[in-house]
Structure formats: C-alpha cells, structure tokens
T-cell receptor, first 115, second 114 residues
Framework: AQSVTQPDIHITVSEGASLELRCNYS??????LFWYVQSPGQGLQLLLKYFSGDTLVQGIKGFEAEFKRSQSSFNLRKPSVHWSDAAEYFCAVGMTTDSWGKLQFGAGTQVVVTP | DAGVTQSPTHLIKTRGQQVTLRCSPKSGHDTVSWYQQALGQGPQFIFQ???????QRGNFPDRFSGHQFPNYSSELNVNALLLGDSALYLC?????????????FGSGTRLTVV
C-alpha cells in the first residue's frame, strides 16, 4: 500500500541550531514530493517541491530538501533555525500518474524552537 | 490577489445535524479539493471537483458530498454528523492537470461536533 511516513512526531531544537525533518514514502514509482508548513490555526503553506531533475531543492524561508531515490526519502533541512520556524511540518506525495492532483500527507512533525 | 477563501472559520454543530462549508478558489484556478485534518493528524483527501463534477474521491462515506459552481467555488456538505467528524476542513485550489500544477490552501474551517 502507498504510504508517507514522518518518523518524528515532535522535535525540539535550539534557535540557531540546524534542523532536519525526515520523510519516507512507499510508492511504485517516484512521486511528486512536497513539504508544507502549518502554523497554529492556519492552512498549509508550500515550502518546496520536487518533480524531477536536481535532487537538492531550495525552498522558501531558507529551507532545502534532498530527494534520495535509493532510500525513498525526501528530508527537509534548515541550517539555522529561527523562533518563527516553530510550527508543524507535513511531507506530502502526489502520484505522477494521477492527472487530478490528489495528495497524500504524512502525520506531521511538530517543531518546537527553544531560546 | 486573493488566495483561497473559506467560510465560516469556525462552527459548532450537534451530532446528527448537517453542515455546509464553503470555498472560493484562488483567482485563475479551476479545480477545488477538500481535505479533512483531524487533531494531531495530517490532512486526508476527501474529494476533488473540476468542471462541476467530482473527479476523485478519497475513502470517505457518502455522508460527505460536494458541489462546484460555474464560478469554480465549491461547497462541502456533511450529513448526519458524528463526533468523529470534528476536524479542520481545508480547501485547496489548483489548475487541472496534476499535482505538479501546485495547490493553494485556505486557512480552513474548524468544525466541532458536540
């Protein structure tokens, strides 16, 4: 069965430290890959996406993600975290064979930033 | 340029009642998708509308129905509400053609069933 896994439910990081959020997927082929961020009471904001080509993708707010086909992973990173990065982060996949764009989301990782 | 607009932002309903949620897509978008996000979980796909027809449906019962209007706006209807229907309902708009065309999400409607 197709699935998206975010192994870390909760991560606490100090301001200024680096951050890495993990995402693994299970699909028959390479899907479209996305990372979204959700602040409390808000909708989802797209951080970055991967469709093909360069496996290191740059996004907004200083985030980047690396696609590793051999590991079926699409991990999100940020070199230096700011207090405003505290939020919930969702990895999502879309099937390349799906012409209608349904997304499947992971359960999310809650990021807490400490001073 | 307005993004995706959802109304109402919050509402409380009693078990067994019916509810209608509304969504206006981003200007230029023609496809509307609805997602349910229960507390502490990721969004789950409910269904998607294009050209006023349901194009895809997730694993939700028939109590969940929708509609798309000629101006591309959409409604989500839930009948016979259950306590488990309490969630944040997100609307996302896009252009038809696949996930590579990108979604824009609204801020959601928080539904509480008591």
């Amino acid at each position: 069965a197709q699935s998206v896994t975010q192994p870390d439910i909760h991560i606490t990081v100090s301001e200024g430290a680096s951050l890495e959020l993990r995402c693994n997927y299970s699909y028959g082929a390479t899907p479209y890959l996305f990372w979204y961020v959700q602040s409390p009471g808000q909708g989802l904001q797209l951080l970055l996406k991967y469709f093909s080509g360069d496996t290191l993708v740059q996004g907004i707010k200083g985030f980047e993600a690396e696609f590793k086909r051999s590991q079926s992973s699409f991990n999100l990173r940020k070199p230096s975290v700011h207090w405003s990065d505290a939020a919930e982060y969702f990895c999502a996949v879309g099937m390349t064979t799906d012409s209608w764009g349904k997304l499947q989301f992971g359960a999310g990782t809650q990021v807490v930033v400490t001073p | 340029d307005a993004g995706v607009t959802q109304s109402p932002t919050h509402l409380i309903k009693t078990r067994g009642q019916q509810v209608t949620l509304r969504c206006s897509p981003k200007s230029g978008h023609d496809t509307v998708s609805w997602y349910q996000q229960a507390l502490g979980q990721g969004p789950q796909f409910i269904f998607q509308y294009y050209e006023e027809e349901e194009r895809q449906r997730g694993n939700f019962p028939d109590r969940f129905s929708g509609h798309q209007f000629p101006n591309y706006s959409s409604e989500l209807n839930v009948n016979a509400l259950l306590l488990g229907d309490s969630a944040l309902y997100l609307c996302a708009s896009s252009l038809a053609g696949g996930p590579n065309y990108g979604y824009t999400f609204g801020s959601g409607t928080r539904l509480t069933v008591v």
